[in-house]
T-cell receptor
């Protein structure tokens, strides 16, 4: 079974631009969660999607948004990029039978975003 | 205020040593996760616990819900265990991470 895939793997943007990252979950998984990892703040939870609906949300500004499609693939969007948005963005999938991360999460390799 | 505290931050061990990494949390949880992150960023989920103890190979994870504390033990450590180990807790609608313990196992 293929693992979680994320595209692109690396991205360079400039301040003020917007960016869209993509995550394809493991086949059969219906829950997709997104995380941001920075050297200063560590790992932080962005949001979780299940059946095309946002199920949980972390404490990030509205510039960070996401969506999930009917095939469970998910995208996250960051608008009006700031230097502090430079980070590794990870997505993880799980079956989705339980809500709120009460299942084993399977992580993708991440997208490394650099904002100049 | 950190909802999840890990100790130690850094750990160096000789191959074969028994290793313990600790995680304390201050919020009510429905599950606790132990994650492993290798250089380059890939994260692997090691355990998910809501009570008691779990064992997988040389890894053992325990949790004490009353004391809000969990430990990850590695028996007979090996250089391939060198990684960052991260504790994360689920409160139902939020997910909080510890800052990680960087483990280096020397041959």
């Amino acid at each position: 079974k293929a693992g979680v895939t994320q595209t692109p793997r690396y991205l360079i943007k400039t301040r003020g631009q917007q960016v869209t990252l993509s995550c394809s979950p493991i086949s059969g998984h219906r829950s997709v969660s997104w995380y941001q990892q920075t050297p200063g703040q560590g790992l932080q939870f962005l949001f979780e999607y299940f059946s095309e609906t946002q199920r949980n949300k972390g404490n990030f500004p509205g510039r960070f948004s996401g969506r999930q499609f009917s095939n469970s693939r998910s995208e996250m969007n960051v608008s009006t990029l700031e230097l502090g948005d430079s980070a590794l963005y990870l997505c993880a999938s799980s079956l989705g039978l339980e809500s709120g991360h009460r299942e084993t999460q399977y992580f993708g390799p991440g997208t490394r975003l650099l904002v100049l | 205020k950190n909802e999840v505290e890990q100790s130690p931050q850094n750990l160096t061990a000789q191959e074969g040593e028994f290793i313990t990494i600790n995680c304390s949390y201050s919020v009510g949880i429905s599950a606790l996760h132990w994650l492993q992150q290798h250089p380059g960023g890939g994260i692997v989920s090691l355990f998910m616990l809501s009570s008691g103890k779990k064992k997988h190979g040389r890894l053992i994870a325990t949790i004490n819900i009353q004391e809000k504390h969990s430990s990850l033990h590695i028996t007979a450590s090996h250089p391939r265990d060198s990684a960052v180990y991260i504790c994360a807790v689920n409160t139902g609608n939020q997910f909080y991470f510890g800052t990680g313990t960087s483990l280096t196992v020397i041959p």
